[in-house]
């Protein structure tokens, strides 16, 4: 039966250099939201229209995996999985076509995701830039896995 991986994980946690490493563990397809973004709209594209372009790439990828998912391929889902409702909405969305999931749990101290990011900004390949600010405002957006997600942890 076919797996969606999910990957959960703050900025800087290492989840897409984890991600790349499931993909050719398993032979699955690996969808990295942060690349499309990149591909589609640079690498620092403005935040007034961030929002819908993030929404629209998520829609896209979200048809892709789950036929891909239906069609019995392993899939990585690279999205970082910061709210709880969109946790429950995938992991409903698996069930609902007879899917397992996998939830993997990345952190790391936060100065050292801090650091990575900085180190990443100097070359940013298909990374979205993250500057200082950016990084303290989306603090608050993140939701920790509660106790009852079941999840593998990392690292």
Known sequence: MATAHLIHGFLGAGKTTFARKLEADLGALRFSHDEWMVELFGHDPPVERFAVQAQSVRRVMQALWLRSLGLGLDVVLDFGFWPRAERDEVRAQVAAIGANHRLYQLACPEAEAWRRIEARNTDLGD?????????????????????????????
Request: charged share 35%; glycine share 4%.
């Open 127 to 155: 990374s979205l830039l993250i500057t200082r600010a950016t990084f303290e405002t989306l603090k608050a957006r993140f939701e920790p896995l509660a106790d009852d997600e079941e999840r593998v942890v990392i690292g």
